[in-house]
T-cell receptor, first 111, second 114 residues
């Protein structure tokens, strides 16, 4: 079982709609979870971090964490063409404090 | 802009050669982590340097080595290059060693091994 799993996509969402990105992780004791955005040819940029069960909102972005289900998601409201990118889920391993990334989900916002 | 810089931006090497990549951390940050990102993959942790000492290592062979300098800038050295070493190499700067949470990535160095 891979440590951090994401659907590779592409996920196509109409402009103005809600984009929903999902991630599952295998280390039940993980405490810290991150979402990064990566434009093609660029480096990852931190969007959100979340540490507790529930929702965390920042502007158009909402991160959701369910530790019992080992599931973390990112919702993007009012999707814009500029949101088209690869979204990387990252989890901090309890075992060794290393941050482990998923392969990313490619998101395409349709104008 | 994160304030993290990397050089060079692009590099072409041949199999068997050696390469050195450089990273300058964000002002005030004492920790640098290096990642390898192959095409279509997420970043893979290589190692981390905290206050000039290696502070954790991923599943990479010993031919991947590094240094951190007193000003907290860092180098990644790769010996005996293999074709599979072709990737985007990212450094991430942070404060506080392995307890740190927030990392700021540099623009990366794209390495092509022929």
């Amino acid at each position: 079982q891979k440590e951090v799993e994401q659907n590779s996509g592409p996920l196509s969402v109409p402009e103005g709609a809600i984009a929903s990105l999902n991630c599952t992780y295998s280390d039940r004791g993980s405490q810290s979870f991150f979402w990064y955005r990566q434009y093609s040819g660029k480096s990852p940029e931190l969007i959100m971090s979340i540490y507790s069960n529930g929702d965390k909102e920042d502007g158009r972005f909402t991160a959701q964490l369910n530790k019992a289900s080992q599931y973390v998601s990112l919702l993007i409201r009012d999707s814009q063409p500029s949101d088209s990118a690869t979204y990387l889920c990252a989890v901090k391993s309890r075992r060794d404090d290393k941050i482990i990334f998923g392969k990313g989900t490619r998101l395409h916002i349709l104008p | 802009e994160t304030g993290v810089t990397q050089s060079p931006t692009h590099l072409i090497k041949t199999r068997g050669q050696q390469v050195t990549l450089r990273c300058s951390s964000q002002s005030g940050h004492n920790t640098v982590s290096w990642y390898q990102q192959a095409l279509g993959q997420g970043p893979q942790f290589i190692f981390q340097y905290y206050r000039e000492e290696e502070n954790g290592r991923g599943n990479f062979p010993p031919r991947f080595s590094g240094l951190q300098f007193p000003n907290y800038s860092s180098e990644l050295n790769v010996n005996a290059l293999e074709l599979d070493d072709s990737a985007l190499y990212l450094c991430a700067s942070s404060l506080g060693g392995r307890s740190q949470e927030t990392q700021y990535f540099g623009p990366g160095t794209r390495l092509l091994v022929l």
